[in-house]
């Protein structure tokens, strides 16, 4: 199983309280997820089992978009919140762009052998 030893924060920036990234999504009913948390610049210190944020993003079905994060996290839901990294690879890398502007990422194993 991977670890992960890096992790970042999945709640919108600026936000107060601890931060928090998922380290295992659980197969349970309701959905639950193990989180990390951590104060500001320190190191993990605690791991927690949380049911996942049931909002979703109000789309037509097929187009609609669920909570990535906790039930009752602070702050924007995942679906409104923007990724500083993919917003400076879309704008800076043209391989990148071009994957998510096909409509989704290629997945290597979804290519004809060669």
Not at 3 to 28: I, K, N, Q, S, W
Not at 99 to 112: K, Y
Request: proline fraction near 10%.
């Amino acid at each position: 199983m991977e670890v992960m030893t890096h992790p970042r924060c999945e709640l919108e920036d600026d936000h107060r309280g601890l931060h928090a990234a998922a380290v295992r999504f659980l197969d349970m009913e309701p959905p639950k997820t193990v989180w990390a948390q951590w104060a500001d610049g320190r190191d993990p210190e605690s791991v927690v089992v949380l049911r996942d944020c049931a909002r979703g993003n109000g789309a037509p079905p097929g187009a609609d978009d669920r909570c990535t994060l906790y039930v009752d996290h602070p702050g924007t839901c995942s679906f409104d919140l923007l990724d500083p990294e993919h917003e400076h690879l879309m704008a800076t890398n043209g391989a990148y762009r071009r994957m998510f502007e096909r409509g989704r990422v290629s997945d290597p194993e979804d290519s004809p052998p060669n």
